[in-house]
């Protein structure tokens, strides 16, 4: 692909990424304030009954007001709106309490007093719900129907990424989920209320954040990366001990990602070369009375309609989140320490 991001000859694992949303690459993350650094406020927090909208730029309200209206028919709405003048906040309903932008002690003080913090479904991934939830709230994560990708949405057009992005935070959909975040159809007005009802009378939710995304954690895993990760040996090789892995053969048209997910396990790219011959993928149940080698990210796969195994021919296209009709996936599958996605359990 033409792109600035691409013809840099690295392996996908090389890049690192916010957040752990493709095994492919690495997870570098960052550090999210954490709550016990404020624990005396939290203790003393009086949450009112109020919600905080994510979005700080005009334009991500824009044609929302229906989905506020529900909102604000349950709680009172409140929202850190930069307006440039006064035509500006035209998509702003007038019930919106507009704290402006606020510093970072100021908007922490607004979350404490919060029991819900809104997505609008913009901006994507971003670090503001983690805040959030680490301050307490419960988020209100819209989901997407049909996923975005760069197929159907001007966003991602250009990137090279053929991820199913499911919901505006995906992480907090798979990651945390109830009671700290719901993951909802906003245009599903019934689903919405009653979500809402959930998050608000839950009143025991306690501020979370998980551990990969405090100051010990991110470090934790930055030593790990310089001390395991090693993309100059050959051959190849994996610095994740088979005593950490499951291989699994995925269903027609399942990607490694979601095969792994399915299972509570994390698909591992570093562990394909391993498994692209014949003898493995017979191993695993593939009957391979057919054999053909193909540089695409969906193999090493087996056609059973065919009896037909396809091997990788080109290391650098190794992907777990490729996936094709008609095409069953072998996927190398590992554990992981729960709060750390990105180190298996007994690497440490």
């Known amino acids: 692909m033409r792109t600035h991001w691409g013809r840099q000859n690295l392996i996908p694992q090389q890049f690192f990424t916010m957040f752990p949303h493709t095994p492919d690459n ?42 506020l209206d529900v909102i604000h028919d349950i709680v009172e709405v409140h929202g850190t709106i930069f307006l440039r003048d006064q035509k500006s906040g035209a998509h702003i ?28 479904g913009f901006p994507y991934e971003g670090p503001a719900p983690l805040e959030a939830i680490a301050s307490g709230c419960v988020f209100i994560n819209p989901s997407f129907h049909p996923p975005h990708s760069s197929r159907n949405t ?23 989920g109830p009671p700290h975040v719901y993951t909802v159809d906003i245009t599903n007005t019934t689903e919405l209320r009653a979500a ?8 025991g939710v306690k501020p979370y954040l998980p551990y990969e995304f405090t100051e010990e954690g991110m470090l934790q895993r930055i030593n790990f990366y310089i001390e395991r990760q090693n993309f100059c040996e050959q051959p190849r090789s994996s610095w994740v001990p088979d005593s950490a892995m499951h291989v699994i053969l995925a269903e027609e048209d399942e990607s490694c990602k979601d095969a792994c997910q399915q299972k509570s396990l994390i698909c591992e790219p570093s562990h394909f070369y391993r498994l692209n011959t014949k003898e493995m993928l017979k191993g695993y149940g593939a009957q391979c009375d057919q054999v053909q080698y193909e540089w695409e990210i969906y193999h090493p796969s087996y056609q059973p309609q065919t009896k037909t195994c396809t091997f990788q021919t080109e290391e650098l296209l190794y992907s777990c989140t490729g996936s094709q009709a008609g095409l069953k996936r072998v996927c190398p599958c590992r554990n992981f320490i729960p709060g750390q996605w990105a180190i298996c359990q007994g690497c440490l």
Do not use: C
């Not at 404020?38 to 007001?65: C, E, F, I, P």
């Not at 991602?156 to 907090?172: D, E, I």
């Open 154 to 176: 001007p966003f991602f057009k250009g990137k090279p990424t053929l991820r199913q992005v499911t919901s505006q935070h995906p992480y907090a959909e798979v990651f945390i």
């Open 26 to 67: 690495s997870f570098m993350g960052f550090v999210v304030e954490h709550p016990t650094a404020n624990a005396s406020v939290l203790k003393n927090a009086h949450r009112k009954n109020q919600a905080l909208v994510y979005g700080k730029n005009t334009d991500m309200w824009k044609d929302k007001q229906w989905y």
């Open 196 to 203: 809402l009802k959930e998050a608000l009378k839950q009143s």
């Open 93 to 120: 309903p007038s019930y919106v309490k507009n704290h402006g932008i606020l510093r970072g002690e100021d908007l922490f003080k607004v979350l404490t007093e919060s029991k819900v913090f809104i997505g609008m």
